[in-house]
């Protein structure tokens, strides 16, 4: 590859529309942007063809949706089949609702999206999406080593849980007006036996399967309270939230468990949170029930995570003790460009507020995230624009350098001689 192609924005682009005007405009303003290789077609089917025929598939794609023999729907639904992973920027004249649609649509099947926005093009948009897709670039490099997708041995996952070697990361939570960190969310990492990352969605369902989730739930709960400990001796108090799965709230004697761990690290109940999905709400009932409210009536927080994602209802809000009301990055992430996004963020905020609730916004991935939910009145934000998930022994050297970004994260302070 060439030193120009290496420093460009993008490498290489195709550009799939109908109108040879349209193609001409957006080519003329990547070439503006130093994009060094173009190509075009005029239907979902040409350019289908061309991608077929190409050694290398260019590294992005500008896709129309009203196209005649293909349109840019049924082109994406065929990119997530045959070219799975390539990244595209959804271009359209009609409304944004339909555009927002077409994009939840294609990260469903796996494709990409680094901008969904309305025609014409210009500049900024276009410069601002190759920013978005640059970013993007850089996470994949930068995530570590890949997870580990071959199926989970259930002996490996057993040993692993029997002898303690379910590790704990921690992301931060941070208060959204001073950016002062408030507490952390404990999350269960785990090696394979090949020594590669597993995803924890794989290995926790499997746990909840086979019947090894009390287990699961018990380390991570003994390596997290002992890491707050570990804190509260040397002068950081912080809150630890850990996750519940809703399979032990029928477990006899959970309560009583879960408060001897509280009292052996030393810890004060009202510093523990357990997040219960939104998704298990619904099957509380009974002695779930009881079980939730006797662990708030030992000072315990309660949160409700990924707000939004479930079929909660206020009453069933209103039945069970929480005390959080976690918003799902769904609806966060992006919020400040999507009106639809902005106003369930906003009802959701209101909601929290009106119930007496802390509300957290997870999956803050940028700045636009973080100011959008700070201005909308959130209490407490958390994602990758803080922090992603750690180890314990990089949590201070992180807190060391995050003092440093306060300043940026904290709101504008009015200018006075604008009151002039």
Not at 191 to 205: E, L
Not at 283 to 301: I, P, Y
Not at 374 to 388: E, N, T
Not at 412 to 420: L, M, N, V
């Amino acid at each position: 590859m060439s030193a120009v192609a290496r420093s460009a924005p993008v490498a290489s682009l195709l550009i799939v529309d109908d109108s040879v005007v349209q193609r001409g405009q957006v080519a003329g303003l990547c070439r503006a942007l130093g994009v060094p290789m173009l190509y075009e077609a005029a239907s979902g089917a040409e350019a289908l063809e061309l991608l077929s025929m190409l050694v290398l598939p260019p590294e992005l794609l500008i896709v129309d949706l009203e196209m005649p023999v293909m349109d840019g729907i049924e082109l994406i639904e065929r990119l997530g089949q045959d070219f799975p992973g390539l990244p595209v920027i959804v271009a359209s004249s009609r409304e944004l609702p339909l555009i927002q649609t077409v994009e939840a649509m294609a990260l469903n099947l796996g494709v990409p999206v680094v901008a969904a926005v309305r025609k014409p093009l210009d500049l900024e948009i276009l410069r601002e999406a190759f920013a978005r897709h640059a970013a993007l670039e850089r996470r994949a490099r930068d995530g570590g080593a890949p997870c580990d997708d071959v199926p989970v041995p259930l002996a490996a996952l057993e040993r692993a849980i029997a002898l303690g070697e379910i590790d704990v990361h921690y992301q931060p939570k941070v208060d959204m007006v001073t950016g002062f960190v408030r507490g952390v969310e404990a999350l269960a990492r785990w090696n394979g036996p090949d020594g590669r990352p597993v995803r924890p969605d794989r290995f926790v369902a499997l746990a909840e399967r086979e019947g090894l989730i009390h287990g699961l739930t018990r380390n991570v709960m003994a390596r997290a309270f002992g890491q707050a400990a570990h804190w509260n001796a040397h002068g950081l108090r912080l809150s630890m939230a850990v996750n519940l799965s809703p399979g032990l709230l029928d477990k006899p004697g959970l309560v009583n468990e879960i408060g001897e761990l509280v009292a052996a690290h030393g810890l004060r109940a009202e510093q523990v949170v357990l997040e219960i999905t939104e998704g298990s709400v619904v099957d509380c009932l009974g002695s779930a029930l009881g079980v939730l409210a006797r662990l708030r009536l030992k000072g315990l927080g309660l949160s409700i995570d990924d707000y939004g994602t479930g079929f909660s209802s206020l009453q069933q809000l209103a039945r069970i003790p929480f005390t959080e009301l976690k918003i799902d990055r769904s609806f966060v992430h992006g919020a400040s460009r999507r009106d639809n996004l902005r106003v369930i963020l906003q009802s959701a905020l209101d909601l929290a507020r009106q119930l007496g609730l802390v509300a957290v916004a997870e999956g803050i991935e940028t700045l636009e995230d973080w100011r959008l939910v700070q201005a909308c009145g959130c209490s407490i934000g958390q994602g990758w624009l803080v922090a992603r998930p750690m180890p314990a022994p990089d949590f201070l050297p992180w807190l060391k350098t995050h003092q440093r970004r306060l300043p940026e994260l904290r709101p504008a302070r009015p200018d006075p001689s604008a009151a002039r």
